[in-house]
């Protein structure tokens, strides 16, 4: 089992477009995932549920990863939470 932690760096938290990100990277994944939060946790299947943690910028998540190469997904999921994101890019 992969476990980690990632603190959000997007100065505007996860919010729509990021969490589409994930749910998109999380829904491919063949094993296990949970993200958790103070406030919740989620498995990355529902953008809603990814949406719904309240993850502002310097909030803390734990990542797990169970599965085929989960240390190699787990460190992508990692890096992706801790994504500056900026919608358009510029």
Request: with cysteine; proline share 6%; glycine share 8%.
């Amino acid at each position: 089992m992969f476990e980690a932690k990632a603190v959000i760096q997007n100065e505007a938290g996860i919010h729509c477009r990021p969490s589409a990100i994930l749910v998109r990277e999380g829904s491919a994944y063949a094993g296990d995932i949970l993200v958790q939060a103070p406030s919740g946790s989620c498995n990355l299947t529902s953008a809603l549920e990814c949406i719904m943690l309240g993850l502002e910028k310097g909030a803390e998540v734990a990542i797990q990863v169970t599965g085929p190469d989960e240390d190699e997904f787990g460190r992508k999921l990692v890096e992706l939470f801790e994504t500056h994101f900026d919608f358009p890019p510029q």
